[in-house]
């Protein structure tokens, strides 16, 4: 197939690679083996029928091919990084659609190229400045305002493609190189370092590898993005803070604009260094408590977490009941749910006893409560959209749960089961469920379980799995329990009695085994 065959350039990105041997043949797209489908992701590890395939019409090595990819530097970015769709620190390249992408690279590297190339370093979201130019990558054509390869790529259907220096819209030259920022330059320098070579950054020697590095600037970029926690652009040195308010749809730092992310990644190194001086300093002046890192608990580093833990988690004593009534009074006038969790987040502690004696949750629901909440279910799915794959993640949620409650297992457990184990679950139900004992609704929700369980709508990402678990999250990657009980708990404070345990785990024994 191929009678020109470039050798990759060291650096150089996968789809860069494929793309460049793609146009010297005459191709408009890369080629693809006939059993191939494009991958979202068109930079990460191919199949192994594929990589068979690239390896031989290229006549290139597959562990040189394996180290264009952005899974090659996984193991020094985050433990988990191979096992998640979405992984942490990439940006995404949104390679279906010619807009709303944030691929970047740097116009001073592709003009002194002899033959210009995407660099791999530019798909992570830690460099937003070019570690040899020290200029920042651009994410825009300055003449059309399309975007960077590879997330163009769609539009190679419609015109021929030209060289990388070339916006592959408009084609003119790509331009737009900013002025040199030699902080920001030596910042990449040494991220790119711990993230090829595992090089722990001088600043940073609390770190025991490259994982925790990467772990911790993470949890730093979260906070700083998180509009809870905004009091701390205050308290930073003046040449951190600014005016200018962060993207509020944006989740993960991975999801900004590279100047936005240029002032996180600063601004969390910052923090990180001089370790916990800075750290400390902010936070105490900022009156950050353990509360805002709770999202990111998971993957801090244990240095990180011990500080926390240790250091802002507020101990107040002496909390009277007439404070708690004070603030009960509070979250009901601003509308807001009055549970013992934003009690404490109102009064800044951590536990109270005044607080246990005037809001006492009952943790066991009823059959009817559970009845009325497999309705609203119910009801939120009929009416979910398909987009983001909404209306198959509720569907998965309810299976999940429905299962839990039946079989009165706890939701990690049910997570974590493969499909055999499942459909052997739902037929040791159905076989149990024969007796005057067993009421109707159990009839009736065992029946909704098996109709999602042969009916379910896949999760896009299903397609492309191979996880050996029945349920997966929307990115492939393995589905936490913590987050399907952080959805129930927000629906149960809407759909149920606010004294109600907001857990659902007030459902589990309502419907005792010895029943069945």
Same mark, same amino acid.
């Given at each position: 197939?191929?009678?020109?065959?470039?050798?990759?350039?060291?650096?150089?990105?996968?789809?860069?690679?494929?793309?460049?041997?793609?146009?010297?043949?005459?191709?408009?797209?890369?080629?693809?083996?006939?059993?191939?489908?494009?991958?979202?992701?068109?930079?990460?590890?191919?199949?192994?029928?594929?990589?068979?395939?690239?390896?031989?019409?290229?006549?290139?090595?597959?562990?040189?091919?394996?180290?264009?990819?952005?899974?090659?530097?996984?193991?020094?970015?985050?433990?988990?990084?191979?096992?998640?769709?979405?992984?942490?620190?990439?940006?995404?390249?949104?390679?279906?659609?010619?807009?709303?992408?944030?691929?970047?690279?740097?116009?001073?590297?592709?003009?002194?190229?002899?033959?210009?190339?995407?660099?791999?370093?530019?798909?992570?979201?830690?460099?937003?400045?070019? &570690? =040899?130019?020290?200029? &920042? =990558?651009?994410?825009?054509?300055?003449?059309?305002?399309?975007?960077?390869?590879?997330?163009?790529?769609?539009?190679?259907?419609?015109?021929?493609?030209?060289?990388?220096?070339?916006?592959?819209?408009?084609?003119?030259?790509?331009?737009?190189?900013?002025?040199?920022?030699?902080?920001?330059?030596?910042?990449?320098?040494?991220?790119?370092?711990?993230?090829?070579?595992?090089?722990?950054?001088?600043?940073?020697?609390?770190?025991?590898?490259?994982?925790?590095?990467?772990?911790?600037?993470?949890?730093?970029?979260?906070?700083? =993005?998180?509009?809870?926690?905004?009091?701390?652009?205050?308290?930073?040195?003046?040449?951190?803070?600014?005016?200018?308010?962060?993207?509020?749809?944006?989740?993960?730092?991975?999801?900004?604009?590279?100047?936005?992310?240029?002032?996180?990644?600063?601004?969390?190194?910052?923090?990180?260094?001089?370790?916990?001086?800075?750290?400390?300093?902010?936070?105490?002046?900022?009156?950050?408590?353990?509360?805002?890192?709770?999202?990111?608990?998971?993957?801090?580093?244990?240095?990180?977490?011990?500080?926390?833990?240790?250091?802002?988690?507020?101990?107040?004593?002496?909390?009277?009941?007439?404070?708690?009534?004070?603030?009960?009074?509070?979250?009901?006038?601003?509308?807001?749910?009055?549970?013992?969790?934003?009690?404490?987040?109102?009064?800044?502690?951590?536990?109270?006893?005044?607080?246990?004696?005037?809001?006492?949750?009952?943790?066991?629901?009823?059959?009817?409560?559970?009845?009325?909440?497999?309705?609203?279910?119910?009801?939120?799915?009929?009416?979910?959209?398909?987009?983001?794959? !909404?209306?198959?993640?509720?569907?998965?949620?309810?299976?999940?749960?429905?299962?839990?409650?039946?079989?009165?297992?706890?939701?990690?457990?049910?997570?974590?089961?493969?499909?055999?184990?499942?459909?052997?679950? =739902?037929? !040791?139900?159905?076989?149990?469920?024969?007796?005057?004992?067993?009421? &109707?609704?159990?009839?009736?929700?065992?029946?909704?379980?098996?109709?999602?369980?042969?009916?379910?709508?896949?999760?896009?990402?299903?397609?492309?799995?191979?996880?050996?678990?029945?349920?997966?999250?929307?990115?492939?990657?393995?589905?936490?329990?913590?987050?399907?009980?952080?959805?129930?708990?927000?629906?149960?404070?809407?759909?149920?009695?606010?004294?109600?345990?907001?857990?659902?785990?007030?459902?589990?024994?309502?419907?005792?085994?010895?029943?069945?």
């Amino acid at each position: 197939m191929f009678l020109l065959r470039p050798a990759p350039f060291p650096g150089e990105s996968l789809s860069s690679w494929r793309q460049r041997g793609g146009i010297a043949n005459g191709f408009r797209l890369y080629p693809r083996p006939n059993s191939s489908s494009y991958a979202l992701e068109p930079d990460q590890y191919p199949k192994d029928e594929e990589l068979r395939w690239l390896s031989d019409v290229s006549r290139v090595a597959k562990s040189a091919i394996q180290a264009l990819c952005l899974d090659s530097l996984g193991s020094h970015i985050s433990a988990q990084f191979m096992q998640s769709g979405r992984r942490r620190w990439v940006v995404p390249c949104r390679a279906n659609s010619s807009v709303s992408n944030r691929s970047s690279c740097c116009p001073m590297c592709l003009v002194g190229d002899a033959t210009p190339y995407f660099r791999l370093a530019w798909r992570f979201a830690f460099i937003t400045h070019c &570690p =040899l130019h020290g200029c &920042p =990558l651009s994410e825009t054509c300055a003449s059309c305002g399309g975007g960077m390869w590879p997330a163009s790529q769609r539009i190679l259907l419609e015109r021929v493609p030209s060289a990388f220096s070339n916006c592959q819209c408009c084609g003119e030259t790509i331009g737009g190189a900013g002025s040199v920022d030699s902080e920001m330059q030596e910042i990449a320098r040494s991220l790119w370092l711990c993230a090829t070579l595992g090089a722990v950054p001088r600043e940073m020697p609390q770190a025991a590898n490259a994982q925790e590095v990467f772990d911790a600037l993470w949890v730093m970029a979260q906070l700083l =993005l998180r509009s809870g926690a905004r009091q701390i652009w205050r308290v930073l040195p003046s040449s951190f803070q600014t005016s200018e308010p962060f993207i509020n749809h944006a989740h993960n730092v991975e999801q900004l604009p590279s100047p936005q992310r240029a002032r996180i990644i600063n601004a969390a190194c910052w923090l990180l260094s001089s370790w916990p001086a800075n750290f400390h300093q902010a936070t105490s002046a900022a009156k950050i408590t353990k509360f805002h890192f709770s999202v990111t608990w998971d993957i801090q580093p244990a240095w990180l977490s011990s500080y926390i833990r240790e250091n802002l988690s507020v101990k107040r004593r002496g909390l009277t009941e007439d404070e708690v009534r004070s603030a009960i009074s509070q979250l009901e006038d601003d509308g807001l749910a009055v549970t013992k969790s934003s009690l404490r987040r109102a009064l800044k502690v951590t536990e109270s006893r005044a607080i246990h004696t005037l809001v006492k949750h009952r943790h066991r629901a009823t059959r009817e409560e559970f009845t009325t909440f497999c309705a609203a279910v119910e009801q939120r799915i009929t009416e979910a959209p398909r987009s983001r794959d !909404q209306k198959a993640t509720l569907s998965r949620d309810y299976l999940i749960l429905l299962l839990s409650v039946l079989s009165d297992k706890s939701m990690e457990t049910v997570c974590k089961m493969t499909h055999a184990e499942v459909a052997l679950l =739902l037929k !040791q139900l159905h076989s149990q469920s024969f007796g005057n004992s067993v009421p &109707p609704a159990f009839h009736a929700a065992l029946e909704c379980a098996k109709n999602l369980a042969e009916n379910e709508e896949p999760l896009i990402c299903a397609q492309n799995t191979e996880s050996t678990q029945r349920f997966i999250g929307r990115f492939g990657d393995e589905l936490a329990g913590h987050t399907v009980r952080d959805r129930f708990a927000k629906m149960m404070r809407l759909e149920l009695g606010q004294e109600l345990w907001n857990s659902v785990d007030a459902f589990l024994g309502i419907y005792p085994r010895y029943e069945l």
